[in-house]
């Protein structure tokens, strides 16, 4: 047995195999009309697919890279053929469908002697090995022929074999023998190749290996609109099925894998399979939908999305937004997966497939977590979240989840999530039972952040718990004057005044998450509570002191006993606090957990000054910037204000310090995590001013996008830091195996 290194060796990118078919391709196309029709084909078919993808790309040319490929599949094909006798009717990807009007395996004949290659193929491949290549080693394969660039810009992450095992296993299969599935973007065919090792495990005992052949490849199906990959999942299914192939006594075969959109969007091609036409319908769907952004499409293709399903599946799930599917780049692998929920799930269906992790949170996701598909209930009925590990390998920056779907099931809170992690061995993907075996996990589950709002980010049940803890931070209360006719003073009031002592002044109307919705001017004549400056302020600011004094009446008739002490016109809530260089501030009055970070404002009429916190505020102050915006990151995450609704009591004073000073608040320290979250605090604060020239009420009815992403990401490290580090009494629903 040669095994996947020698194998690649001698078929991959840095083959002489692979150098000589790269070299007389460039003769072909120079010099054959066949081959140059062929390649402006198939260039065609992706980009009407796929958008621009061939656009400054770096490789020389994808289509050889493709074709070189389509050919290593095609020998290894015909190696499996001779040694099992068996004839693969539909060897081609143009076969069962009409979407490409060429075939590979001409070009491929008119490029290198295929017979020659095949005695290579076979120094390399004999039978023990054919039957231990698998769809890993064609992940490894395509990935080493086809740049890493192609492959990101055709959204193709290739899901390893131990992710897709875990993912068809999740399914609840009631009898294995009739229960069909269907992946709607097979890729290399990993997932049904899981689905055919399902169906043999649980079948090879009682049926004839003839009897499992028919059996399997009329219930397992593959779609994709890569016709390289359509070829490469026939190789992958194939390679399934030669456990009982050899004993099967088939002659000829025809696989289920076809060559279309299985969106119906840019083509709806007629699939032929057998004795006639087949129209799916299937029990359960599965895959690794293309991650491709929505920008990156053709806009004949969006607009066939808005066209075809936008209205139909209520596509639009982001309260606000514009009135485009797409309007914020968003992938597409959601509205892929609810289409093909819609296209082709049985009544009470499952499906379960591989997503990013993030859509649990911000608006990328809010399509999933509405769990309707045209008014029917889909349920998330479990989530395995693979944190910062990395299944699709260290060359792929994306943080993926499976998620499995009840179709026609109502929704229901807490959603099971099992949360995967390193366990101290190197992790491995190999197969599902690698996974349990060099990774831990710890079961948990989701629940909304807003109780009335199902499609709310998701947070962790127990986090709200361990958001609770010890608050290393003074919290204070903002200027109290009891007296607002006099210390309020508008425009023109301020410019008969000196500037020295009117400043920008917020109240509960003026700050947002993240940001001030204006301010207005509040006369403070004194830099601390019960400070005497009386004589200085007479003479440094006569104005200002003739101004208090004509309302001495008014100020000594204050009722609060705070404000008896020192000057007539002394004020409570007032010290070196006050003036402090950043303060996180929130209104304490009922519960809008709004947070900010105030330092000064430019103001035209009394310059750049200090913003000062009125009586309805609480705030922290600190002259550490990034401090200031690393706590504002931690109360306005989905985390702690879940928490905080737990605690806040209904009463008028909702967010006081009490409540407050509950919450894990630690002190700043300047690790990636810590430094990460005050940048993003410090650029959503940098967006909101962008939004505020229109009335309270309309810009709260908008929805930012930009804010909304970094609130989402917010929300995802907030919760990872507390769950990292634990937290008061958090439900322990304990580790899994």
């Known amino acids: 047995?040669?095994?996947?290194?020698?194998?690649?060796?001698?078929?991959?990118?840095?083959?002489?195999?692979?150098?000589?078919?790269?070299?007389?391709?460039?003769?072909?196309?120079?010099?054959?009309?066949?081959?140059?029709?062929?390649?402006?084909?198939?260039?065609?078919?992706?980009?009407?697919?796929?958008?621009?993808?061939?656009?400054?790309?770096?490789?020389?040319?994808?289509?050889?890279?493709?074709?070189?490929?389509?050919?290593?599949?095609?020998?290894?094909?015909?190696?499996?053929?001779?040694?099992?006798?068996?004839?693969?009717?539909?060897?081609?990807?143009?076969?069962?469908?009409?979407?490409?009007?060429?075939?590979?395996?001409?070009?491929?004949?008119?490029?290198?002697?295929?017979?020659?290659?095949?005695?290579?193929?076979?120094?390399?491949?004999?039978?023990?090995?054919?039957?231990?290549?698998?769809?890993?080693?064609?992940?490894?394969?395509?990935?080493?022929?086809?740049?890493?660039?192609?492959?990101?810009?055709?959204?193709?992450?290739?899901?390893?074999?131990?992710?897709?095992?875990?993912?068809?296993?999740?399914?609840?299969?009631?009898?294995?023998?009739?229960?069909?599935?269907?992946?709607?973007?097979?890729?290399?065919?990993?997932?049904?190749?899981?689905?055919?090792?399902?169906?043999?495990?649980?079948?090879?005992?009682?049926?004839?290996?003839?009897?499992l052949v028919e059996?399997?490849?009329?219930?397992?199906?593959?779609?994709?609109?890569?016709?390289?990959?359509?070829?490469?999942?026939?190789?992958?299914?194939?390679?399934?099925?030669?456990?009982?192939?050899?004993?099967?006594?088939?002659?000829?075969?025809?696989?289920?894998?076809?060559?279309?959109?299985?969106?119906?969007?840019?083509?709806?091609?007629?699939?032929?399979?057998?004795?006639?036409?087949?129209?799916?319908?299937?029990?359960?769907?599965?895959?690794?939908?293309?991650w491709i952004t929505w920008g990156d499409l053709p806009e004949s293709v969006r607009e066939a999305w808005r066209e075809g399903y936008t209205a139909e599946l209520d596509l639009l799930p982001h309260r606000g937004a514009e009135t485009r599917l797409g309007h914020a780049n968003d992938d597409v692998s959601v509205p892929f997966v609810w289409v093909c929920i819609h296209r082709y799930l049985a009544d009470d269906g499952e499906a379960s497939f591989v997503l990013k992790r993030n859509i649990t949170k911000g608006p990328a996701g809010r399509l999933l977590r509405t769990q309707r598909v045209n008014g029917r209930p889909v349920a998330v009925r479990h989530v395995h979240d693979f944190g910062g590990l990395r299944p699709f390998g260290d060359g792929v920056d994306v943080e993926a989840a499976v998620y499995t779907l009840d179709a026609d099931a109502e929704p229901a809170f807490p959603i099971a999530v099992d949360s995967w992690r390193a366990a101290g061995a190197t992790p491995s993907f190999v197969t599902a039972d690698a996974m349990r075996e060099t990774l831990a996990r710890e079961r948990t589950g989701v629940i909304p952040v807003d109780d009335d709002d199902p499609a709310s980010s998701w947070i962790r049940a127990d986090a709200e718990s361990r958001a609770l803890g010890e608050c290393e931070h003074d919290v204070r209360h903002g200027v109290k004057d009891d007296a607002a006719a006099v210390y309020g003073v508008g425009r023109e009031q301020a410019e008969a005044l000196e500037p020295d002592h009117v400043y920008p002044y917020i109240d509960s109307k003026h700050v947002v998450k993240y940001g001030l919705f204006g301010h207005d001017l509040r006369l403070v004549p004194l830099r601390n509570a019960d400070e005497d400056n009386e004589a200085e302020l007479r003479r440094t600011c006569p104005r200002t002191y003739e101004y208090l004094e004509a309302n001495r009446q008014a100020l000594e008739a204050r009722s609060s006993a705070w404000l008896d002490r020192g000057t007539f016109y002394n004020v409570f809530g007032l010290g070196e606090y006050t003036w402090a260089d950043y303060k996180v501030v929130w209104c304490r009055l009922g519960f809008k957990p709004h947070f900010a970070v105030v330092s000064t404002v430019d103001d035209g009429d009394v310059g750049e000054k200090t913003v000062v916190p009125g009586d309805h505020f609480m705030f922290i102050p600190t002259d550490d910037e990034y401090e200031a915006h690393f706590l504002c990151g931690l109360l306005n995450s989905a985390v702690y204000q879940k928490s905080m609704g737990g605690i806040a009591s209904e009463g008028k004073s909702s967010l006081s310090k009490a409540v407050v000073s509950k919450l894990e608040l630690p002190a700043y320290e300047p690790t990636e995590d810590g430094e990460r979250l005050a940048e993003l605090s410090v650029a959503a604060h940098e967006i909101v001013p962008r939004h505020t020239d229109v009335s309270k009420r309309e810009y709260n009815d908008t929805t930012i996008r930009e804010l909304e992403l970094i609130q989402a990401e917010i929300d995802e490290l907030v919760e990872r830091m507390v769950s990292e580090r634990g937290g008061r009494d958090p439900p322990a629903p304990g580790n899994v195996r």
């Not at 009407?48 to 770096?58: E, I, K, P």
């Not at 992958?236 to 004993?247: F, T």
């Not at 969106?263 to 709806?268: K, V």
Request: net charge negative; proline share 4%; with cysteine.
């Open 215 to 290: 059996a399997i490849t009329h219930t397992v199906y593959g779609i994709d609109l890569n016709p390289v990959a359509v070829r490469s999942a026939k190789l992958g299914y194939l390679l399934a099925l030669l456990p009982v192939l050899d004993d099967a006594g088939i002659t000829h075969l025809e696989l289920p894998v076809f060559l279309t959109d299985s969106l119906g969007l840019t083509r709806d091609d007629r699939i032929r399979f057998g004795d006639g036409r087949l129209d799916l319908c299937v029990d359960h769907l599965v895959g690794n939908p293309p």
């Open 1 to 211: 047995m040669h095994g996947d290194t020698s194998v690649l060796d001698a078929l991959g990118r840095d083959s002489r195999l692979y150098d000589r078919y790269v070299s007389n391709a460039a003769d072909e196309r120079a010099d054959n009309d066949a081959f140059r029709e062929a390649r402006a084909a198939w260039k065609r078919f992706v980009t009407d697919s796929r958008g621009a993808v061939f656009a400054d790309l770096d490789a020389e040319d994808p289509f050889v890279e493709t074709l070189y490929y389509d050919f290593v599949v095609d020998r290894i094909i015909e190696r499996i053929e001779r040694e099992f006798g068996v004839r693969v009717r539909n060897r081609e990807a143009s076969h069962n469908t009409d979407a490409l009007p060429f075939e590979f395996r001409p070009l491929h004949e008119s490029i290198v002697d295929t017979a020659a290659v095949d005695r290579r193929v076979g120094d390399h491949l004999d039978e023990g090995d054919l039957s231990d290549v698998g769809a890993a080693f064609l992940r490894k394969l395509y990935e080493n022929v086809v740049s890493p660039e192609l492959r990101r810009r055709l959204g193709e992450y290739y899901t390893p074999k131990g992710v897709a095992e875990l993912s068809v296993r999740e399914l609840d299969v009631d009898d294995y023998e009739s229960a069909t599935f269907l992946d709607p973007g097979c890729g290399s065919g990993v997932f049904l190749a899981a689905c055919v090792d399902a169906k043999l495990a649980a079948l090879e005992a009682e049926y004839a290996p003839d009897e």
